[in-house]
């Protein structure tokens, strides 16, 4: 069966140190993959996706980039936190065809 | 922008059906309507979706109108566990289809 890992599962970053994210899908080959992130009391917003290594699309201009490395691997990156940077990061992935998405245990960034 | 329309918060009774409303009334010919929920702190979790004919499974079922501008999802015999927020979300099925998040309905079943 197919599994999708994510982690750290809390974290806590000073305003303007680095931060990476990683997300790895087991079980499946050449998943979509997908990067989303809750601000406090709001809604999901879609960061990033890719279809395929090395291709990624951005939603939203923003302090954050992505890489896929590999087939079942997403990497959420930024050079410099800031404050607004705080939220809620969730990894997902789907087979495409009309299958539904599979969520990580989201990530919780704090940065003080 | 999400493409459809939920109420913010509902009540629902423990043990009677849970009745969710979606308008999505510019849905396109290729996109599925699908239902997410989530539940405080947790990721989303995948509900159920359908394209035109209504669909069951084991958590709820999807009434999908005939000319797909709405849609309910029904959770027959709602419990204190489904208290979440539910999206209800319209998107292609294709590769690369993406899942646009709206507001939701908060779902709250009491006892």
């Known amino acids: 069966s197919q599994t999708i890992h994510q982690w750290p599962a809390t974290l806590v970053q000073p305003v303007g140190s680095p931060l990476s994210l990683e997300c790895t899908v087991e079980g499946t080959s050449n998943p979509n993959l997908y990067w989303y992130r809750q601000a406090a009391g709001r809604g999901l917003q879609l960061l990033f996706y890719s279809v395929g290594i090395g291709q990624i699309s951005s939603e939203v201009p923003q302090n954050l980039s992505a890489s896929r490395p590999q087939d079942r691997q997403f990497i959420l990156s930024s050079k410099k936190l800031l404050l607004s940077d705080s939220g809620f990061y969730l990894c997902a992935w789907s087979a495409g065809q009309g299958d539904g998405y599979t969520f990580g245990s989201g990530t919780r960034l704090t940065v003080v | 922008d999400a493409k459809t329309t939920q109420p913010p918060s509902m009540d629902c009774a423990e043990g009677r059906a849970a009745n969710l409303p979606c308008n999505h009334s510019?849905?396109?010919?290729?996109?599925?309507v699908y239902w997410y929920r989530q539940i405080h702190s947790q990721g989303p979790q995948y509900i159920i979706h359908?394209?035109?004919n209504n669909e069951t499974n084991e958590m709820a079922s999807l009434i999908i109108t005939e000319d797909r501008k709405s849609s309910t999802l029904i959770l027959p015999h709602a419990t204190l566990r489904d208290t979440a927020v539910y999206y209800c979300i319209v998107s292609p099925g294709n590769q690369g289809g993406k899942l646009i998040f709206g507001q939701g309905t908060e779902l709250s079943v009491k006892p």
């Open positions: 510019t849905i396109s010919g290729n996109e599925y």
């Open positions: 359908g394209l035109k």
